[in-house]
């Protein structure tokens, strides 16, 4: 039997979509984990932030990210805008709390400069981490309505 468990967002880049999650319980480093991609030109999603062993080795290509916030430095708004024209990017970011200036920055050129969105849900909650689980199938609505699908 299909079991749901709900929590409400901010949705600060509204779409609905439903996918695999992929959990970190730690800040996401979002240089860190793309150092190939910016330094190399990798066209690989998968984390290499060495210091985030929740998501280390994870291929977050077309997965739901959910994580407390992200943390690094200013080169963050301009690696969401490369993994999104990459095709690597997260389908989802979803935030236990509020979103960041740089997560927001990029994630928002993104959407607006290329026409490519990482659907975007903020304010979910320290029991939303509590809750998901990698692996587990989550759908986002349109109003930052997050289900999380067991």
């Not at 979103?99 to 029991?127: F, H, Q, Y």
């Amino acid at each position: 039997m299909t079991q749901t468990t709900t929590f409400k967002g901010r949705p600060a880049v509204p779409g609905a979509v439903e996918g695999s999650a992929e959990v970190s319980r730690v800040g996401f480093n979002t240089c860190a984990t793309y150092v190939d991609v910016l330094i190399s030109g990798s066209d690989s999603g998968i984390c290499q932030d060495h210091d985030n062993k929740d998501l280390f080795g994870h291929d977050l290509a077309d997965k739901i990210v959910c994580i407390p916030q992200t943390i690094g430095s200013s080169s963050a708004a301009t690696l969401f805008m490369i993994i999104l024209e990459k095709g690597i990017a997260p389908k989802a970011m979803l935030f236990a709390n509020h979103i960041d200036s740089l997560a927001a920055c990029g994630i928002l050129m993104g959407d607006n400069w290329l026409g490519k969105r990482i659907v975007t849900v903020d304010m979910l909650g320290p029991e939303f981490l509590d809750t998901v689980k990698t692996g587990q199938n989550i759908r986002v609505l349109e109003d930052g309505t997050v289900e999380i699908i067991t």
